[in-house]
């Protein structure tokens, strides 16, 4: 399973606190081998502990969606083609795609 690993925040404060939670701004790069389903990702590698909800943007011809797992420690990114709701095949390197998001935890 490709995890993702590299995330880029919008500014050296990112995470910052809005009310009692946390939101992250920033562009998260694609992984070179994409997984059916979507591409997890670690809270922890966005400053939460869990993910409270969020999304992703158009990057690269392609749509993205953030989904929250259960525990909401983790989450994934799930790559569709165009606006297609068709999801990307599985192993497309989609590295080239750096989708902006806005992530909100804890």
Do not use: C
């Not at 050296?12 to 059916?36: C, F, H, M």
């Amino acid at each position: 399973m490709a995890a993702i690993t590299t995330v880029t925040p919008d500014s050296k404060r990112s995470p910052q606190r809005v009310g009692t939670r946390l939101e992250w701004n920033g562009k998260i790069t694609g992984p070179a081998s994409y997984d059916t389903g979507g591409s997890v990702l670690d809270a922890k590698l966005f400053g939460f502990t869990q993910f409270m909800g969020g999304g992703a943007f158009q990057s690269g011809g392609r749509t993205f969606e953030v989904i929250i797992q259960s525990p909401p420690s983790t989450a994934k990114l799930k790559a569709y083609v165009g606006t297609t709701g068709v999801e990307v095949a599985s192993t497309t390197d989609i590295s080239a795609s750096v989708p902006w998001a806005i992530l909100h935890g804890r």
